[in-house]
């Protein structure tokens, strides 16, 4: 019996590396616009994810969760629903402030924005399923911009 080479053995490891466990199709589309949002956002602070919570998940038939973001003294809550192919935000900005909300869905332009109620209280209705990101203007115009980390929908 014949010894493997180095190169062989690699090549075999490779291929059962490549049937078993292969890169998800989706994966290198999404980091290169994670990658693509994070370079034009360089003048923006970002938020500080504190808490996922999944608890609604499945509620009538559709899939729902909730995130929490904080940025030194504003926290942003967040009510995610997906149904079908399309997704709703309903947000909460506490203490409420006057600001634009704008949603940045992977490499799209940015068509989706919304202004904070005076109750703190924001929707962003009809987005598409894939990377999110907020970015959240306040018309104060002494007060930078900041934006949530990307996440999915």
């Given at each position: 019996m014949s010894e493997l080479s180095r190169e062989d053995l690699l090549g075999i490891v490779r291929d059962v590396w490549e049937q078993r466990d292969?890169?998800?199709?989706?994966?290198?589309?999404?980091?290169?616009?994670?990658?693509?949002?994070?370079?034009?956002?360089l003048d923006v602070e970002l938020m500080e994810l504190v808490e996922r919570s999944t608890e609604l998940a499945g509620a009538r038939g559709s899939t729902a969760y909730t995130l929490r973001f904080v940025h030194d003294d504003t926290d942003l809550l967040l009510r995610v629903a997906v149904d079908g192919d399309r997704s709703r935000v309903d947000g909460w900005v506490v203490p409420p402030e006057p600001m634009t909300v704008r949603a940045l869905?992977?490499?799209?332009?940015?068509?989706?924005?919304?202004?904070?109620?005076?109750?703190?209280?924001?929707?962003?209705t009809d987005l598409p399923l894939g990377l999110?990101?907020?970015?959240?203007?306040?018309?104060?115009?002494?007060?930078?911009?900041?934006?949530?980390?990307?996440?999915?929908?």
């Open positions: 292969p890169v998800p199709e989706h994966l290198v589309p999404a980091m290169q616009a994670a990658a693509a949002m994070a370079a034009t956002d869905p992977g490499e799209l332009p940015a068509p989706y924005a919304a202004v904070v109620t005076e109750s703190g209280r924001f929707e962003l999110l990101r907020l970015r959240l203007e306040p018309h104060d115009t002494t007060r930078p911009a900041f934006a949530t980390p990307t996440f999915e929908i």
